[in-house]
């Protein structure tokens, strides 16, 4: 079974700040991760697709990147409304979620 | 505009059988590239995929829990149905049904539309 590791497991910033969140496969993915954002009490919001692909409506400041093993979800510059919990997930096998990375305000 | 909600049950006890319900709109789970999905969280926890049906009625299990799991979908009341066998207190967790289609882009297991969630607690 393939296991995604995230880092930091919570990250703190400060609006206007750059964020650089981490997903680490234990083998190879491909292109096929994506990241999601959580907020409490709701469901999951799809950011990035395929690695590299905004999804429909998604702000320009969220950018992926990465292939193989490692991949990157950038925020360029912190909005009030970005501090959630984000998930990375593969589906080269049966689609899998890592354990999350808080953005939390500092 | 596309809308999705479970229903069912909210406390089960141990050893019963889960049904729950996911009716949708704004789609049709008869076009070709659609699907629906459900995937649950246990409170403070991460994310867990348990079941894909496609438009054509193929459908996809967890691989850990395919034996307790269905998944069934019905045109006529725009809903998809899982049923999940022998609940135990571990499987308490919100239950979130998500759609996608090929059409977005990606893969039917990246869902662009999710339900508000249901939470299910197992405890006798």
């Known amino acids: 079974e393939i296991v995604l590791t995230q880092s930091p497991a919570t990250l703190s910033l400060s609006p206007g700040e750059r964020a650089t969140l981490s997903c680490r496969a234990s083998q190879s993915v491909s292109s096929y991760l994506a990241w999601y954002q959580q907020k409490p009490g709701q469901p999951p919001r799809l950011l990035i697709y395929?690695?590299?692909n905004r999804a429909t409506g998604i702000p320009a400041r969220f950018s992926g990147s990465g292939s193989g093993t490692d991949f990157t979800l950038t925020i360029s510059s912190l909005e009030p409304e970005d501090f959630a919990v984000y998930y990375c997930q593969q589906r080269s096998t049966w689609p899998l979620f890592g354990q999350g990375t808080r953005l939390e305000i500092k | 505009q596309i809308t999705l909600k479970e229903s069912g049950p909210t406390l089960v006890k141990p050893t019963q059988t889960l049904t729950l319900t996911c009716t949708f709109s704004?789609?049709?789970?008869?076009?070709?590239?659609?699907?629906v999905g459900w995937i649950r969280q246990p409170p403070g926890k991460a994310l867990e995929w348990l079941a894909l049906?496609?438009?054509?009625?193929?459908?996809r299990y967890s691989p850990s829990l395919k034996n307790r799991l269905t998944i069934t979908k019905d045109f006529s009341k725009s809903q998809v149905v899982l049923t999940m066998t022998n609940m135990d207190p571990v499987d308490t967790a919100t239950y979130f049904c998500a759609h996608s289609a090929y059409k977005y882009g990606g893969s039917l297991f990246d869902p662009r539309f999710w339900g508000q969630g249901i939470l299910v607690t197992v405890s006798s």
């Open positions: 704004g789609f049709s789970l008869s076009t070709n590239g659609a699907g």
């Open positions: 049906i496609y438009w054509n009625d193929d459908k």
């Open positions: 395929d690695a590299t």
